[in-house]
């Protein structure tokens, strides 16, 4: 523990010199000038278009690949999203946790990092096995968050109240590849001597393909989704949750500086840093404890709004629905709010992206299809239900602040002579009906993204070991390029921020989805296993 300090005031050290050197006006812009080229180049590769859909506002590949998976796992399964939701529910509630207590298979240990087991997927004020109920409750409340708050926002601005409607519909079919990748992560999961549990992607595509004859694709899959998820922790899982912590607070606090989200950027990293450098665990401890009641108070504060406009919900379903086939650049329109919509959603769900599998691994189970069917959960609880909520929230505040969403852009919107983007967007619909509620939001926001910065370094770490081993040199050289992306968050613009981040988490889909297309029978034979134990027809 004494050399981890030492390392922690060395890292502290280092980051100390540029406070200072903060100061000098425009550091936000040099960093944001430095950065926003590699986002842009990294956007354009991964979205790059299908050939011969320039004529329909062109395609990205990968949301051609996303949604051809999700539809076929949705058809070939005959729709486990609706026709075993009831089954995941009564999962969930623990109506057949008899079965797997008294079935002799062996149980795999939980996931402990550093002493730490994964808030993900555990929730530490329990002791003892961990039931269904815990896991998606633990996993929801760290679902809830900037994806839902910012991305919703985002979506919108750019993609209009249209956007919403494809954010459901990839919500609904993304809780079929929700099942088929979780379920994959448990079936082939590593567990270590002593007990330490490794799985994800990484894992079901090596030993997955490798037992179809396909070895050598199964372990270059491998490796090209481990570098993706580094880069996905270090994108969506780090730079876009530091960039709208830092603008929230900011513009709670009123900083004009050019310099504040390297500042406030600083004082992040010095937080998480803290945590995952210096193995002190009560910060996330007590972040892990406060995410869970801060989820409840957005969720409650989102249900005073929507019912407090409950004569207009029609009309703003109605908007929603006509903005989805509508638009003033017709069929290239569609696609363009098509593609935004599902954007944000994979973004706030994961869904397609493999990267819940790696903490779904974790759980002790005997079926694996068990977990597959309690994650299959979480896309319809975060998705469906709360980013709509969220949707409703900015809809209604648009009716009394009109903005032209077909103006709109990456930029934001100006409203009242301040351009509101994002998190900041979403914080003045709850302040116009909860005046108190943007102070609450930005405390959210902040724990939010500290909370989700934390779990996913682990994601990237997983990733990062599988590459580069287990040593300690290996672990801190992660850390220390991880903290120095929650400085680049911070201070680079949300366009060039978000831009990378989706690119690096769906660029995660390529490899994960082309593995889901060998494994998806392996799938079948494991809801089969668990649904004649539990009495259910397949």
Same mark, same amino acid.
């Given at each position: 523990?004494?050399?981890?300090?030492?390392?922690?005031?060395?890292?502290?050290?280092?980051?100390?010199?540029?406070?200072?050197?903060?100061?000098?006006?425009?550091?936000?812009?040099?960093?944001?000038?430095?950065?926003?080229?590699?986002?842009?180049?990294?956007?354009?590769?991964?979205?790059?278009?299908?050939?011969?859909?320039?004529?329909?506002?062109?395609?990205?590949?990968?949301?051609?690949?996303?949604?051809?998976?999700?539809?076929?796992?949705?058809?070939?399964?005959?729709?486990?999203?609706?026709?075993?939701?009831?089954?995941?529910?009564?999962?969930?509630?623990?109506?057949?946790?008899?079965?797997?207590?008294?079935?002799?298979?062996?149980?795999?240990?939980?996931?402990?990092?550093?002493?730490?087991?994964?808030?993900?997927?555990?929730?530490?004020?329990?002791?003892?096995?961990?039931?269904?109920?815990?896991?998606?409750?633990?996993?929801?409340? $760290?679902?809830? &968050? #900037? *994806?839902?708050?910012?991305? =919703?926002?985002? @979506? +919108?601005?750019?993609? %209009?109240?249209?956007?919403?409607?494809?954010?459901?519909?990839?919500?609904?079919?993304?809780?079929?590849?929700?099942?088929?990748?979780?379920?994959?992560?448990?079936?082939?999961?590593?567990?270590?001597?002593?007990?330490?549990?490794?799985?994800?992607?990484?894992?079901?595509?090596?030993?997955?393909?490798?037992?179809? $004859?396909?070895? &050598? #694709? *199964?372990?270059?899959?491998? =490796?090209?989704? @481990? +570098?993706?998820?580094? %880069?996905?922790?270090?994108?969506?899982?780090?730079?876009?949750?530091?960039?709208?912590?830092?603008?929230?607070?900011?513009?709670?606090?009123?900083?004009?500086?050019?310099?504040?989200?390297?500042?406030?950027?600083?004082?992040?990293?010095?937080?998480?840093?803290?945590?995952?450098?210096?193995?002190?665990?009560?910060?996330?401890?007590?972040?892990?404890?406060?995410?869970?009641?801060?989820?409840?108070?957005?969720?409650?504060?989102?249900?005073?709004?929507?019912?407090?406009?409950?004569?207009?919900?029609?009309?703003?379903?109605?908007?929603?629905?006509?903005?989805?086939?509508?638009?003033?650049?017709?069929?290239?329109?569609?696609?363009?709010?098509?593609?935004?919509?599902?954007?944000?959603?994979?973004?706030?769900?994961?869904?397609?992206?493999?990267?819940?599998?790696?903490?779904?691994?974790?759980?002790?189970?005997?079926?694996?299809?068990?977990?597959?069917?309690?994650?299959?959960?979480?896309?319809?609880?975060?998705?469906?239900?709360?980013?709509?909520?969220?949707?409703?929230?900015?809809?209604?505040?648009?009716?009394?602040?009109?903005?032209?969403?077909?103006?709109?852009?990456?930029?934001?919107?100006?409203?009242?002579?301040?351009?509101?983007?994002?998190?900041?967007?979403?914080?003045?619909?709850?302040?116009?009906?909860?005046?108190?509620?943007?102070?609450?939001?930005?405390?959210?926001?902040?724990?939010?993204?500290?909370?989700?910065?934390?779990?996913?370094?682990?994601?990237?770490?997983?990733?990062?070991?599988?590459?580069?081993?287990?040593?300690?040199?290996?672990?801190?050289?992660?850390?220390?390029?991880?903290?120095?992306?929650?400085?680049?968050?911070?201070?680079?613009?949300?366009?060039?921020?978000?831009?990378?981040?989706?690119?690096?988490?769906?660029?995660?889909?390529?490899?994960?989805?082309?593995?889901?297309?060998?494994?998806?029978?392996?799938?079948?034979?494991?809801?089969?296993?668990?649904?004649?134990?539990?009495?259910?027809?397949?």
């Amino acid at each position: 523990m004494n050399r981890l300090n030492q390392l922690l005031l060395s890292f502290t050290l280092i980051l100390l010199p540029l406070f200072s050197f903060a100061q000098e006006k425009g550091m936000d812009e040099r960093i944001n000038d430095a950065f926003t080229p590699f986002a842009k180049a990294w956007e354009d590769l991964v979205f790059y278009p299908m050939p011969g859909t320039a004529g329909l506002g062109g395609i990205p590949i990968v949301v051609i690949l996303l949604v051809f998976g999700a539809l076929f796992f949705t058809l070939y399964f005959a729709f486990p999203n609706i026709r075993h939701f009831g089954t995941a529910l009564n999962v969930v509630r623990g109506k057949y946790d008899d079965i797997e207590k008294h079935d002799g298979a062996a149980t795999a240990k939980l996931n402990i990092v550093d002493g730490d087991i994964m808030d993900t997927i555990r929730d530490e004020s329990q002791d003892g096995e961990v039931t269904h109920f815990q896991a998606l409750a633990t996993a929801v409340s $760290g679902t809830v &968050g #900037l *994806g839902n708050i910012a991305g =919703v926002a985002v @979506a +919108i601005t750019i993609g %209009g109240p249209g956007a919403t409607f494809w954010m459901i519909i990839c919500g609904l079919i993304g809780m079929s590849t929700k099942f088929v990748e979780c379920t994959l992560g448990v079936r082939y999961r590593d567990v270590g001597e002593d007990g330490t549990v490794y799985g994800g992607p990484m894992y079901y595509l090596t030993k997955g393909l490798k037992e179809r $004859g396909f070895g &050598g #694709l *199964g372990k270059a899959l491998a =490796v090209v989704f @481990a +570098i993706l998820c580094i %880069g996905g922790s270090f994108g969506g899982g780090n730079a876009a949750q530091s960039n709208q912590a830092a603008q929230q607070l900011a513009s709670m606090l009123g900083w004009q500086s050019g310099s504040s989200g390297f500042i406030i950027g600083c004082v992040l990293a010095l937080i998480v840093g803290i945590v995952i450098i210096g193995g002190i665990k009560r910060i996330a401890s007590v972040t892990e404890k406060i995410v869970p009641l801060m989820a409840a108070i957005y969720i409650l504060a989102c249900l005073i709004i929507v019912f407090s406009n409950f004569s207009y919900i029609d009309d703003a379903f109605r908007l929603i629905f006509k903005g989805a086939f509508t638009s003033d650049a017709a069929l290239g329109g569609f696609f363009g709010v098509l593609i935004q919509g599902f954007r944000r959603a994979v973004f706030s769900n994961e869904a397609g992206a493999g990267s819940a599998s790696i903490a779904h691994s974790a759980v002790k189970t005997n079926y694996a299809a068990s977990e597959g069917l309690v994650a299959l959960l979480e896309p319809f609880i975060d998705t469906i239900v709360i980013c709509t909520m969220t949707a409703l929230v900015i809809i209604f505040y648009n009716s009394g602040n009109y903005f032209d969403y077909g103006l709109a852009s990456k930029n934001g919107v100006e409203i009242g002579g301040q351009v509101l983007e994002g998190a900041t967007l979403t914080s003045a619909a709850f302040g116009s009906v909860i005046p108190w509620f943007p102070y609450v939001l930005t405390v959210a926001i902040i724990l939010f993204a500290i909370s989700t910065m934390i779990s996913w370094s682990y994601y990237g770490l997983q990733s990062w070991m599988y590459l580069f081993g287990k040593s300690k040199a290996s672990d801190l050289a992660y850390k220390f390029l991880f903290c120095i992306f929650i400085i680049i968050g911070a201070s680079a613009n949300m366009s060039a921020v978000w831009g990378f981040s989706d690119a690096m988490i769906l660029a995660m889909v390529f490899p994960n989805m082309i593995g889901l297309f060998f494994l998806f029978p392996v799938v079948k034979e494991e809801l089969s296993k668990y649904l004649k134990a539990i009495g259910k027809k397949a």
